[in-house]
């Protein structure tokens, strides 16, 4: 979608496989790297900003073909924290089938051990992107007079803002990370110390960025003065500094900008935030996002969303890779809504509003579910919230415009394992196949961008820290129009989706039984604003036909009242319900679970109701106690003996 692309310098030697800082190899802390590229090259005015754009590539790493910049597989390391932030959580499962990256079967059931892979894997790509990012502080204070007051400020501006982002994903995820800066000597640093080191790097080098970046950008992926503060206020946020987040958050609110100059709103229809054709200049939602580009000339799937590469329905489907990355039940039952329109944060695995605990699919518990060419009938008496279906593909809705969600037909093991559902927001609309998809490679690649922090987000956030103050009514305001935007008709997933692939789009049953089939052929009938799938036999036979209604009719959503918002803990629990929902699958969830102190309780609900449903998740998994990822083991044992010493996470000791 953007501008900032992989380009090969110097002898064809890519710049971003040879950082100046840390290594190619296992310790990221003391080696020196191989294949880098010297100061005496880089030490330009050319050189900073090609190394500017290394360390904007740094948020997405990835080399060609799908590695990682630190090795390994680019999923392992993905900007969105798939396996970390939801997988572990209780929005969503690994997915595919029991034996395919079994290390993310531990995650998933909270067996977590130092030894896992992904965590080194994860702390090797994050510390390559803080050495970038210092690899351009460096040369950009040798060469500063090169350039303008204005230009260096707003280059150090950027590489301070990547830093304190990737630092802040290090600490979510590990909590004690040694801290190297460009004016580190030694990169053998220990993460025991005494003080608090972290959140004041993260807050000094956001409160630069925000004081010396612009708000029009040369590119719009990149970071401007308002997604500085906003990160600003999300780290007080998580900090509990309450008082110095809505400072910050109303900021933004009231004056805040996209780096092309749209003053912050809401997107007025839900499913723009994640479609590559919407995705653009005008996106008025994105505080940040980390840009995927589909088809750019590389021959790779370097510059797309390579991290998500297993993360797509298989079987019967068009994206050939993997079956991972499958949302919950219990994710899907939160979606639902009682008569006033609202959710039952507290009681959303329960019967009620004509609803059964569990809502109807085509997985029976434990048994099979039914064979994709059985009749299903999509529930009809259910409410819910619409944002459901642009965030889980289920049977008989449409799947963005690639037809009707088949059930079984996307999975890759059986529906007992995993569930038949599959994530929607990364998937690129078929329509937009020429900028959505990248097939460079057996895996697919999406040019679908990464909301790393949308305005919705910002709005929920400060929604929570109004709460902690006392103001209820700031609260409920912010909440509702994250609902408002959700209730609006014109985004509402509907049955015309499936118009473009469909064999045909008729106006009668006659007409409908006229045509020819094959087996999971579709056709849309106008006159009913139905979809049928042929499931075989003879297509001159209503009864060979599976009919899907328009999901609309299940649609039900509203605002909150004040008199929802009285108490502050009930409060509370609304707004991090809204956040379950509006920012379903997109990386949040478990940080969030564990800032609030929920986790275990939740956790614990989770896997007793998911475990009942699929046997990936068993109901005696328990949550592992743990508000923090162990250190990888890896680098503790590389680091031993040396005056960086790693310490392990007390949790893990």
Not at 33 to 40: A, F, H, M, N, S
Not at 239 to 246: I, R, S, V
Not at 565 to 593: I, Q, W
Request: proline residues 6%; hydrophobic residues 35%; contains cysteine.
């Amino acid at each position: 979608m953007y501008e900032l692309r992989y380009e090969p310098v110097i002898g064809g030697v890519l710049l971003l496989i040879v950082p100046l800082f840390m290594t190619g190899c296992d310790s990221f802390l003391s080696e020196q790297p191989k294949g880098q590229v010297g100061g005496e090259v880089l030490e330009s005015r050319n050189g900073v900003q090609t190394a500017l754009i290394g360390a904007y590539n740094g948020l997405n790493p990835v080399e060609p073909p799908q590695n990682g910049i630190a090795g390994g597989n680019a999923w392992r390391s993905d900007p969105a924290n798939w396996a970390f932030g939801a997988v572990a959580s209780d929005l969503a499962q690994k997915g595919s089938e029991p034996t395919d990256q079994a290390p993310v079967n531990n995650i998933m059931q909270h067996r977590w051990q130092p030894t896992n892979g992904y965590f080194n894997a994860l702390w090797k790509n994050r510390f390559e992107g803080v050495s970038r990012a210092n690899s351009v502080l460096e040369t950009l204070n040798a060469v500063r007079g090169e350039f303008s007051e204005s230009e260096a400020n707003r280059i150090e501006g950027e590489a301070r803002f990547i830093r304190a982002y990737i630092y802040f994903d290090l600490k979510k995820n590990f909590g004690n990370v040694p801290l190297i800066t460009e004016e580190s000597e030694n990169f053998a640093q220990p993460n025991n110390v005494q003080e608090e080191i972290i959140w004041p790097q993260i807050e000094s080098d956001l409160e630069f960025a925000m004081n010396n970046l612009p708000t029009v950008m040369p590119d719009q992926a990149r970071a401007n003065k308002w997604a500085a503060e906003a990160f600003l206020a999300k780290a007080h946020l998580y900090q509990e500094e309450w008082e110095d987040a809505l400072e910050h958050f109303e900021n933004v609110i009231q004056n805040g900008q996209t780096s092309t100059g749209v003053p912050y709103e809401l997107e007025e229809q839900y499913y723009y935030n994640f479609n590559s054709q919407r995705q653009g200049a005008d996106w008025s939602e994105n505080v940040f996002a980390i840009e995927m580009t589909a088809n750019d000339g590389t021959g790779s799937l370097a510059n797309s969303w390579a991290g998500y590469v297993l993360n797509y329905p298989f079987g019967a489907s068009p994206f050939q890779c993997c079956g991972f990355f499958q949302p919950s039940h219990d994710l899907v039952s939160s979606f639902k809504t009682d008569s006033d329109g609202l959710p039952r944060p507290d009681g959303f695995t329960e019967a009620f509003n004509g609803m059964q605990e569990v809502i109807k699919n085509d997985q029976t518990i434990k048994d099979g579910g039914l064979a994709a060419d059985e009749k299903f009938t999509p529930p009809t008496g259910a409410s819910f919230d619409p944002r459901l279906d642009w965030t889980v593909g289920r049977r008989g809705v449409p799947y963005l415009d690639h037809g009707p969600h088949p059930g079984k037909r996307y999975d890759r093991a059986g529906s007992d394992y995993a569930g038949h559902y599959h994530a929607v927001k990364h998937v690129w609309w078929d329509r937009n196949s020429g900028t959505g998809w990248n097939d460079n490679a057996f895996f697919p690649g999406s040019g679908v961008d990464y909301p790393a922090m949308r305005f919705a987000d910002v709005l929920l956030m400060a929604a929570e820290a109004e709460i902690e103050v006392g103001s209820m009514q700031n609260a409920l305001d912010y909440v509702n129009r994250v609902r408002e935007r959700a209730a609006n008709p014109d985004g509402y997933v509907e049955n015309s989706q499936n118009n473009a692939q469909a064999l045909a789009v008729v106006g009668s049953e006659s007409a409908l039984l006229n045509t020819n089939p094959q087996p999971f052929d579709w056709v849309v009938r106008e006159d009913e604003n139905a979809t049928y799938v042929f499931l075989g036999g003879d297509p001159s036979d209503i009864d060979s036909w599976n009919r899907y209604p328009d999901p609309v009719q299940n649609y039900n959503i509203d605002t909150y009242t004040m008199s929802e918002f009285t108490s502050g803990a009930g409060a509370e629990r609304k707004v991090h319900f809204e956040r379950k929902l509006e920012l379903a699958l997109e990386g949040h969830r478990m940080y969030d679970l564990w800032r609030w102190g929920r986790a275990e309780t939740r956790m614990n609900e989770y896997f007793e109701y998911q475990g009942a449903l699929t046997q990936d998740v068993r109901t005696d998994n328990d949550y592992r106690g743990a508000n923090v990822y162990p250190i990888p083991q890896t680098q503790i044992d590389i680091s031993s003996g040396g005056e960086g010493e790693l310490t392990q996470n007390p949790q893990y000791q």
